[in-house]
């Protein structure tokens, strides 16, 4: 009896040693927001505009070296424009931070759940996701690269989907060169 009482003991602790270092979810390596980067990139018949958003936070998830999953959340008041200065600068800052784009105020963040990833080659992945904007939630599929401790993609996103018409082509009339085209690319670069 003692026999099989110390042997159960023995197999619950090594059983519950063995079964406490193996990760239940994967490896998360969390982002390091100061060294991270996320570029947009709008266009419009008569040019453009650039500037950047700031990550609030983000990790990703591994097993072993493969890319598994992961969750980004951007802090929409940091949107900025790099391409103009001066009072020209504010008016489009104000307005991307208006209800006619990303109506900052009472959406202060976006947000990316990836859902599935299949390997591309041997350091990309093709990466689906939920992509929340305004607190509209649509899937969206790109491109992710690893290096070393770094992820690259660039996203086309489509903001009509979330309810950003502002001078679309596809909802307004006789626009011409005031016509602001739907997709718009966030190019983004992550240290982890």
């Known amino acids: 009896m003692k026999k099989g009482i110390l042997s159960l003991a023995f197999a619950?602790?090594?059983?519950l040693t063995a079964t406490a270092t193996e990760p239940i979810d994967g490896e998360k390596k969390e982002i390091k927001t100061e060294a991270s980067s996320i570029t947009w990139k709008a266009y419009k018949v008569a040019g453009g505009h650039e500037g950047t958003v700031a990550l609030k936070s983000g990790h990703l998830l591994f097993d072993g070296k493969k890319l598994t999953g992961g969750e980004f959340v951007v802090d929409m008041p940091t949107l900025?424009?790099?391409?103009?200065q001066g009072e020209m600068k504010g008016k489009l800052e104000g307005h991307l931070k208006?209800?006619?784009?990303?109506?900052?105020?009472?959406?202060?963040?976006?947000?990316l759940i990836i859902t599935s990833v299949k390997p591309f080659n041997d350091k990309s992945y093709t990466v689906t996701g939920d992509l929340t904007i305004k607190g509209i939630t649509k899937p969206i599929t790109f491109v992710i690269s690893l290096y070393e401790?770094?992820?690259?993609?660039?996203?086309?996103?489509?903001?009509?989907?979330?309810?950003?018409?502002?001078?679309?082509?596809?909802f307004f009339e006789n626009l011409g060169d005031k016509?602001?085209?739907?997709?718009f690319d966030l190019v983004v670069d992550l240290a982890y």
């Open 12 to 15: 619950m602790v090594f059983g």
């Open 80 to 84: 900025v424009s790099t391409d103009v």
């Open 98 to 111: 208006s209800d006619d784009f990303f109506g900052v105020e009472n959406h202060k963040t976006s947000k």
């Open 149 to 170: 401790n770094k992820a690259m993609a660039t996203l086309k996103v489509d903001r009509t989907k979330y309810d950003i018409k502002y001078r679309s082509g596809n």
């Open 179 to 183: 016509t602001i085209y739907d997709e």
